[in-house]
């Protein structure tokens, strides 16, 4: 039997472990796993050696901004990107891009907008804003993934918030997942004009996301309804979580590289490039998140990439209150999180957990983010040993502004497979995906 491609790792990372394999692609899909040194009959074939083989990630928590923002990000910069990163499957963020993605209109639109133009593949999020309720059921007949709300203000006025009153109706219309950023507007307040990142983070405090938990999981146990938080930075939320999901309260929650890699107490004043939101906190409080990712009580670790124009961050006056708050970082999310998890002692299968299976699993891609046969053959060659320092001209999203500017990571992606093809950066190869479909 002939495969298209064969790839051999003395590190191959399967769903039950690490260990030398022979991986055997036909077709787009693994056909075969089979034993490091078993002869395989195959058109194309490499060895690894010790530079291992993941399976791409997935990263479901990704704004690519066009159409309307084109100029922060695109398809094409912010998928070649991802490539570049290990991520083979993305899911667009609605908002940032104009139309937001809350009708059936909009999502043919930002569909156009990305055919022919995406290096991974990419699916949708639809989006819940006060005024589209009625469009949720078709959005979800079209195949978004879910539906975004924001509790807060989400920073661009196309998409304002929702009340917990309201999200609950919305949990009791359709069921899908809804995916919830959670912070109470009660406990935010306006952030003076200052470059002191100390007063940015007082702004946002750490009651402002349990608060905001805490009326996602009362929505979710009154409605029966399927929700979770994104992008989780206070340990403080954690035993409200782990409670509700005791109870079976239909929850999951994800945190990012940003709060698992950076601590407040290293943010320089004036750095705004650091700025996301909620605030990356304390060492005390990252420390409480490597705990529960390592409990299970965090299901995933996505980027929540969200670039913008560099003058919108506002670098020349260091004005947190003025910057745009986000983080871009789908290129190096993979290293981020692992330089910080060998530290602590995980290993190259919890990463993958993490960053791959478990959000295939939160939007129900069950042939992505896992090495199996009959899997789609998205495949990452992972040298996890290999150091290099943060260069931002070498970073494939449009504005190349990051916080990890000169820091040193270990772990280099050398090639990105996507169904057996490796991803160049030249030929659009990605497909757009929609829910129900994988």
């Not at 989780?232 to 698992?260: F, I, K, M, N, Q």
């Not at 260069?391 to 169904?419: F, I, K, M, N």
């Amino acid at each position: 039997m002939t495969y298209d491609l064969v790839l051999r790792s003395r590190r191959t990372v399967l769903p039950d472990g690490q260990r030398a394999a022979a991986v055997g692609v036909r077709d787009g899909r693994i056909a075969t796993l089979a034993g490091y040194a078993d002869p395989l009959d195959a058109a194309a074939e490499e060895d690894l050696g010790d530079v291992a083989l993941l399976p791409g990630l997935v990263d479901t928590h990704v704004h690519v901004n066009e159409p309307g923002r084109t100029e922060w990000e695109g398809f094409a910069s912010a998928t070649r990107a991802a490539a570049a990163g290990g991520v083979t499957t993305v899911i667009d963020m609605p908002l940032n891009s104009v139309p937001p993605t809350v009708t059936a209109e909009a999502l043919a639109v930002k569909r156009a907008a990305a055919a022919g133009r995406c290096h991974v593949d990419v699916g949708f999020w639809g989006g819940v804003v006060p005024t589209n309720l009625a469009d949720l059921a078709e959005l979800h007949r079209d195949g978004v993934f879910g539906f975004k709300a924001f509790l807060v203000d989400s920073g661009v006025p196309e998409f304002p918030p929702v009340d917990p009153e309201l999200l609950g109706r919305a949990l009791g219309m359709v069921d899908a997942l809804f995916v919830v950023h959670a912070e109470d507007p009660r406990s935010v307040r306006e952030s003076p004009p200052s470059a002191r990142y100390a007063d940015f983070v007082a702004s946002r405090p750490p009651a402002a996301e349990r608060s905001a938990v805490a009326a996602v999981v009362a929505a979710a146990r009154r409605t029966g309804g399927r929700v979770h938080v994104l992008h989780l930075s206070s340990a403080e939320a954690l035993p409200d979580l782990v409670a509700a999901r005791a109870d079976g309260v239909r929850l999951s929650v994800e945190t990012c590289p940003h709060y698992l890699a950076l601590t407040a107490e290293r943010v320089p004043d004036g750095a705004t490039e650091f700025k996301c939101c909620p605030p990356i906190r304390d060492r005390d409080n990252q420390d409480r998140l490597w705990a529960a990712l390592a409990a299970g009580a965090v299901d995933c670790v996505v980027s929540d990439h969200s670039p913008c124009p560099p003058a919108l961050k506002h670098a020349e006056t260091g004005d947190f209150a003025a910057a745009w708050g986000g983080v871009a970082s789908v290129q190096l999310g993979l290293p981020v999180v692992w330089t910080e998890a060998r530290r602590r002692g995980h290993g190259l299968a919890d990463v993958v957990g993490w960053m791959a299976t478990g959000p295939a699993d939160l939007v129900g891609l069950s042939g992505k983010g896992r090495i199996a046969v009959g899997g789609e053959a998205d495949l990452v060659a992972f040298d996890a040993d290999a150091d290099f320092h943060v260069d931002p001209g070498r970073l494939h999203h449009r504005h190349p502004v990051t916080p990890y500017a000169g820091q040193r990571l270990t772990g280099v992606v050398r090639t990105t497979w996507l169904r057996g093809q490796a991803v160049t950066g030249r030929t659009p190869r990605g497909r757009l995906l929609r829910a129900g479909t994988a």
